[in-house]
C-alpha cells in the first residue's frame, strides 16, 4: 500500500477485495417447478429479494429450449417458460436432465443444488402427472422440497382443505426432502386478513439440503434471515481479530498502524457480500463509514486507534497484539451495524442516495462502544 492512501486507493482495493470475495462465495442454483400462477416467483421474492424478478425474462440456458436461468449476485433461479409441469413433463424433464448431467462436471457454482416443487394450496388436487415429475426430478440428484404456497394460516390454524392437500401428498411417500410438505405463504394478504408464514422454515430446509460449499452464497443471497448473515460476519470478524493480532505480535510501530487496513478492508468486503450488498453501494459506504473520503488511509486508522482506551496514550510508541486485534474487532462489528441497517433499507436518502453522515455515525457509535473492549473476545484465551 502507498505511503499516505488516498481515497482512490482505498476505493480500488475495497473494489477488489469485494470482487474476490464475491468470487469465492461462488452461486446458490435454486430450480423452482410448479404450474403457472402457484407463486414461485412471489416465493423467490419473498425469500431473495426482488432483483431476480426485476431481471426480467432471463438468460435461456443454451441448448435446453425452455430452462431459464436468472442470476444476481450469489443466486442463481432456474425455472421453466412455455412449458407446464404435468402437461409437458417429458419434454421438461429431459432438457433439467441434460442440463443437471452437463453442470454436474463443472465447478459447484455452476451446478444445480435444490429443486423446489411448488403446489398451491387453493387447488386443493395433486395430480400423478406432478408425482411424476416430483419422482423425476429426485431421480437425477437433485434434492427436492415440496412446498406448499398460498397456504391460509390464523393464528397456528392452517385451513383444513391445505392440511388434508398435505397429508394426501405425504401419504405418496415421495422421495422429498424428509417427506415432508413445506406449508408457506409467501405474501401477507391483508383483505383476507392473512400473514407471511413458513418462510424461515422453508429457508432453513434449503440450507440443509444443499451442499456445505453454497451455505454462505444462500446467506449472502437470502433476505430473511439476519442471524445466519450476522454469525457469518461474526467469523470474518474473528478471521480478521486474529490475523491483526498475529501481525502485532511483535509491537507495530504506531506510525505504521495502516499496515492493518489492507486486512481491514478483506474483512468488511467479505462482511459486505455477506450482506449481498452490491460493489457500488458497499464501496461508497465504506468510504463514508472510514472517513477514508476525508481522512485516508493512515490519519483514518490514527484517528481510530485514539478511540481505544489505553491506546491514545501510546502515540509516538508502538501498538501490540492486543491494540491490533481490539481495533480489528471494533472496526467489524462498527462495519456489520452498518450493513444491517443498509439491507434494512436504512441509511439513504428520500432519493435513494446513500447518507453518508448518518453512514460515518451509525459506525463511529458502534466503534466507540466496542472499542472499550480493550481485549477482543476474539483473543480472550
Ligand atoms: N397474497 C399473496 N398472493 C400471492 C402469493 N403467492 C402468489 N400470489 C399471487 O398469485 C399470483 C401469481 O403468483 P406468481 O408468483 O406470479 O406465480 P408463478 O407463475 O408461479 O410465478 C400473483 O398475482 C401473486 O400476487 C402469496 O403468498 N400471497
Ligand atoms: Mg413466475
Known amino acids: 500500500m502507498p505511503d499516505s492512501p488516498t481515497e482512490s486507493w482505498f476505493a480500488d482495493t475495497f473494489r477488489n477485495a469485494w470482487e474476490n470475495e464475491q468470487r469465492k462465495l461462488g452461486r446458490f442454483n435454486l430450480a423452482i417447478f410448479g404450474k403457472t400462477g402457484v407463486g414461485k416467483s412471489t416465493l423467490v421474492n419473498a425469500i431473495f429479494?426482488?432483483?431476480i424478478a426485476a431481471t426480467g425474462i432471463g438468460e435461456p440456458v443454451t441448448r435446453e429450449e425452455h430452462l431459464y436461468l436468472h442470476t444476481s449476485g450469489t443466486l442463481g433461479v432456474l425455472d421453466t417458460r412455455g412449458l407446464e409441469v404435468g402437461v409437458d413433463n417429458d419434454a421438461i424433464i429431459a432438457e433439467v436432465a441434460d442440463h443437471v448431467t452437463r453442470m454436474r462436471r463443472r465447478p459447484l457454482?455452476?451446478?444445480v443444488h435444490v429443486?423446489?416443487?411448488?403446489?398451491?394450496?387453493?387447488?386443493?388436487?395433486?395430480e400423478d402427472t406432478e408425482a411424476d415429475f416430483v419422482r423425476e426430478l429426485a431421480r437425477l440428484g437433485v434434492p427436492v422440497l415440496l412446498v406448499m404456497t398460498q397456504?391460509?394460516?390464523?393464528?397456528?390454524?392452517v385451513h383444513p382443505d391445505?392440511?388434508?392437500l398435505a397429508s394426501r401428498i405425504e401419504a405418496l411417500e415421495l422421495p422429498i426432502h424428509r417427506g415432508h410438505v413445506y406449508p408457506t405463504m409467501a405474501a401477507a394478504d391483508p383483505f383476507a386478513r392473512l400473514e407471511a408464514h413458513g418462510l424461515q422454515e422453508l429457508l432453513d430446509a434449503t440450507f440443509r439440503c444443499a451442499p456445505d460449499g453454497v451455505a454462505h452464497a444462500i446467506t449472502a443471497a437470502q433476505r430473511?434471515?439476519?442471524?445466519?448473515?450476522r454469525k457469518r460476519a461474526g467469523d470474518a470478524i474473528k478471521l480478521a481479530t486474529s490475523a491483526a493480532?498475529?501481525?502485532?505480535?511483535s509491537p507495530i510501530p504506531f506510525s505504521d498502524a495502516a499496515v492493518l487496513v489492507p486486512l481491514q478492508i478483506t474483512m468488511m468486503a467479505s462482511i459486505?457480500?455477506?450482506?449481498g450488498l452490491s460493489l457500488e453501494r458497499s464501496t461508497a459506504a465504506s468510504l463514508a463509514a472510514t472517513a477514508a473520503a476525508t481522512v485516508a488511509g493512515r490519519s483514518a486508522v490514527t484517528s481510530l486507534l485514539k478511540l481505544i482506551p489505553g491506546a491514545g496514550t501510546i502515540v509516538g510508541g508502538s501498538i501490540n497484539a492486543a491494540v491490533a486485534g481490539t481495533l480489528t474487532y471494533a472496526v467489524g462489528h462498527a462495519w456489520t451495524r452498518v450493513c444491517e441497517r443498509l439491507t434494512a433499507g436504512d441509511l439513504q436518502t428520500v432519493a435513494g442516495a446513500l447518507d453518508s453522515a448518518t453512514i460515518r455515525r451509525v459506525f463511529m457509535d458502534e466503534f466507540t462502544k466496542r472499542a472499550k473492549r480493550r481485549t477482543p473476545p476474539e483473543l480472550d484465551g
Do not use: H, M, S
Open 109 to 111: 457454482a455452476e451446478q
Open 162 to 164: 391445505a392440511l388434508e
Open 49 to 51: 429479494g426482488d432483483e
Open 115 to 126: 429443486a423446489w416443487f411448488c403446489v398451491r394450496a387453493g387447488d386443493r388436487r395433486f
Open 151 to 157: 397456504v391460509p394460516r390464523i393464528d397456528d390454524a
Open 245 to 249: 493480532g498475529t501481525a502485532g505480535a
Open 272 to 275: 459486505a457480500n455477506t450482506y
Open 224 to 229: 430473511i434471515d439476519l442471524a445466519r448473515k
